[in-house]
């Protein structure tokens, strides 16, 4: 006990939470007196310290692979450091003191005895005292890191030269504040602190590694990523292609020539947001750093925090690939990139703003959308397909799709437009932008620059002899009422609007100006939709339903019902979900529903006859995907609250 209150007080340069880890590290690593498991109550007594605080560092070591828990008869968690004698273990034979067969005749022994493993190596004469209190020291106070099960911050590695990273066998784990978490093998190695410290501004943390677990992570990093790196060097210059949408903006191409960090950097986060299917990049200058966000399934998520200067560097080198200006720093440019991964063509949108810390960067990854879907997986219900499909084989009449931005709209329209592409019929599109090439349609993009508006477009498309015409969206009275007017005279048109459900287009359409009869005329269906998230497979859990739970969901208290419950893992990102799925409401213009139209009802009016119709709603479709286990009670309100707002 003094022993460790002493130590405090000659260190007390440690950070609170550091001086807690190593307290709580030096009692368990010094086997409390042989005991082989310690409750999180019994460690604060002996520490004096809040059980909260105490409690906190041990699931924070538990994750880390530190220690193993374990709830005990009468529920209270029970921690033990199995892992870490092992590690002592592992240290000895990785520094070559120890044969792993003596390593394991010894574990054994010890399984048996109950006794501590050092004792049990010396007792054995395998090893002597002298290392094993070396062994003990370096270990001692620093947590160690399984790098395998650690989610590893890919960008941060890549920061490093490969070199440091070799030479030092050094792993940078991931930045936390000012300070670097930095997986060692040898903590001592004080050059390693300090060069890792310079190259990536910030104070170093130390972490146990293991031999095994650097191999793994040279492998996985600088094996197979040497690789990738390549795949965008073959995408070259002279790939460049015409630019076809935005005009004013430039072509360029990402290559990989050089292999400067800021080159390493820009070209890790473009491969991992194209790997985990994220569709914006953020890059964000605060007054001393700067952070990285990714939009996944639709919300933006930390991915890492980069040095000003490599921001800087990284604004700079896409401005050059962007053909922009790269001496404007204040003023909002943008551009446009391509580069090709695994056989793949990637089409970046760059976006440029000078704030008060610096340029912000956005990048858009348009191709790195899932649009090549057929109706089947768009997340429809068995009924909804079929109404779907039934729609798409009209000759004339209106199918609308809404929802807010990025509630999967263009995915439904793109999945539609796949279903009936067939030879005998002219589908012509106009878009903005064009977000997927779709083979024997013709897609033209709004340029506003050029005077090619939505509604100029569309009277363009009409002269033009089509059977199907998708328009990427209504957004003003005019390109409504030329879009109502070609579904009035034998054209299938499939478009847009921008409101949170089904009833509500009907509502924002008459108060566009067009005429209620011309509307229940024109319209076959409106398709409401949102995205949700999809629970991983790889970690998803369950929990019984509580009385809140069956409330929301609307099913009789006492319902037996598990519900579904996110965890994360490194195969989502620690994240729990992995991947959307839509979830709609289709309102088909019944003879019900047009009555309330042309009696111009309000909205709720119109849902009720709907209802009364059969129609399924969205809070309804997206209950049942939480009673399928698809997705959490979580999403559910966050969808649902959105609704309400
Ligand atoms: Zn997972």
């Known amino acids: 006990m003094g022993l460790f209150s002493g130590k405090q007080e000659t260190k007390p340069e440690f950070a609170p939470g550091e001086t807690l880890t190593r307290r709580v590290l030096a009692l368990l690593d010094d086997g409390a007196k042989g005991e082989e498991e310690v409750t999180a109550s019994a460690l604060a007594s002996e520490l004096a310290l809040p059980v909260g605080d105490v409690e906190a560092e041990l699931k924070t070591l538990v994750r880390f692979g530190n220690l193993v828990r374990r709830t005990g008869k009468n529920g209270e968690a029970h921690y033990s450091a199995t892992p870490r004698r092992k590690l002592l273990g592992d240290l000895l034979v990785e520094s070559g003191h120890l044969s792993p067969e003596h390593l394991k005749e010894a574990l054994d022994e010890q399984a048996r005895t109950g006794e501590r493993l050092g004792v049990t190596l010396v007792d054995r004469g395998y090893v002597t005292k002298q290392i094993i209190g070396k062994m003990l020291e370096m270990q001692r106070g620093i947590p160690y890191v399984n790098l395998s099960a650690y989610p590893i911050d890919e960008i941060l590695v890549r920061s490093l030269p490969e070199r440091v990273i070799m030479e030092h066998k050094i792993v940078p784990l991931a930045r936390s504040g000012d300070e670097i978490h930095l997986a060692m093998l040898d903590p001592s190695d004080i050059m390693a602190v300090d060069t890792v410290g310079r190259f990536l501004h910030g104070k170093v943390r130390p972490f146990l590694t293991t031999e095994s677990d650097f191999s793994w992570v040279v492998n996985k990093y600088f094996g197979v990523g040497r690789k990738v790196d390549e795949s965008l060097t073959e995408a070259g210059p002279g790939r460049a292609q015409p630019e076809a949408g935005a005009a004013g903006s430039a072509v360029g191409v990402i290559e990989a020539f050089d292999d400067s960090p800021v080159v390493r950097v820009l070209n890790t986060i473009v491969q ?374």
């Open 272 to 645: 991992d947001a194209v790997r985990i299917g994220a569709t914006d990049i953020h890059v964000e200058p605060e007054s001393d750093e700067t952070p990285v966000r990714f939009r996944i399934d639709g919300l933006l998520v930390d991915k890492t925090v980069l040095p000003r200067q490599m921001a800087d560097g990284i604004a700079s080198r896409l401005k050059v690939l962007a053909g922009m200006d790269i001496a404007e720093r204040i003023r909002p440019q943008d551009g446009r990139v391509l580069f090709s991964i695994e056989g793949r063509e990637y089409d970046l949108r760059i976006a440029t703003l000078g704030t008060a810390f610096g340029e912000r960067v956005a990048i858009r990854l348009l191709n790195n959308r899932q649009v090549q879907v057929g109706l089947e997986r768009l997340g429809l219900s068995v009924a909804q397909q079929t109404t779907l499909e039934r729609l798409m084989r009209r000759q004339h009449g209106m199918v609308l799709v809404t929802g807010p931005t990025g509630s999967g709209k263009t995915t439904t329209l793109y999945a539609s437009l796949s279903f009936i592409n067939e030879r005998v019929r002219n589908i012509m599109t106009i878009e903005d932008p064009v977000e997927y090439r779709l083979p024997g349609i013709t897609q033209i993009p709004v340029r506003e620059k050029s005077g090619i508006t939505f509604g100029i477009g569309l009277r363009a498309i009409l002269r033009h002899d089509p059977d199907v015409i998708m328009v990427g969206e209504i957004r003003d009275a005019e390109t409504a009422s030329i879009a109502i007017h070609a579904a009035l005279t034998g054209h299938l048109v499939l478009t847009t609007l921008h409101t949170n459900n089904a009833t509500g287009a009907m509502i924002r359409l008459v108060d566009m100006g067009i005429e209620p009869y011309l509307l229940t005329s024109s319209v076959l269906a409106v398709v409401g939709q949102r995205l949700v998230r999809v629970l991983c497979k790889a970690c998803r859990g369950q929990r019984p339903a509580g009385a809140a739970d069956l409330d929301l969901l609307r099913l009789p208290p006492g319902t037996d019902l598990m519900l579904p419950m996110a965890a994360g893992c490194p195969e989502c990102g620690t994240l729990g979900y992995k991947g959307r799925t839509g979830v709609f409401e289709i309102l088909t213009m019944d003879d019900a529903v047009r009555e309330q139209v042309l009696q111009r009802k309000p909205a709720t009016a119109i849902l009720d006859a709907a209802r009364a119709a059969g129609m399924k709603t969205l809070r309804e479709a997206l209950a049942e995907k939480v009673q399928e286990g698809v997705t959490t009670i979580e999403e559910f309100q966050r969808l649902t609250s959105a609704e309400a707002a």
